[in-house]
Nanobody
Framework: QIHLVESGGGLVQPGGSLRLSCAAS????????MRWYRQAPGNQRELVAG???????TYMDSVKGRFTISRDNAKSTMYLQMNNLNPDDTAVYFC??????WGQGIQVTVSS
């Protein structure tokens, strides 16, 4: 059974940083594309960033230059380093193995 568990969320002031982690189990992690999504209240879930098996990355336009996605295959863990956060980044963040599984989500709140 596949499990994805997010951690590292919380409340941060504008301009601050957080690092999200997604620990995976039940899959051969290095074989899979991994993605981060987010969903703000009243909005659709949107793709924030993705990382392929070769380490290549993609980002939504609004986070380019601020967010960095990475993976540690030895630890079966994906990360999202989020810098220079602003209130528009407030959302529940989900990690995903596309077409396979979702994490339960973790709240990120950017507020003064």
């Amino acid at each position: 059974q596949i499990h994805l568990v997010e951690s590292g969320g919380g409340l941060v002031q504008p301009g601050g940083s957080l690092r999200l982690s997604c620990a995976a189990s039940g899959i051969t992690f290095w074989l899979y594309v991994m993605r981060w999504y987010r969903q703000a209240p009243g909005n659709q879930r949107e793709l924030v960033a993705g990382i392929d098996v070769d380490g290549s990355t993609t980002y939504m336009d609004s986070v380019k230059g601020r967010f960095t996605i990475s993976r540690d295959n030895a630890k079966s863990t994906m990360y999202l380093q989020m810098n220079n956060l602003n209130p528009d980044d407030t959302a529940v963040y989900f990690c995903s193995v596309p077409g396979v599984s979702w994490g339960q989500g973790i709240q990120v709140t950017v507020s003064s």
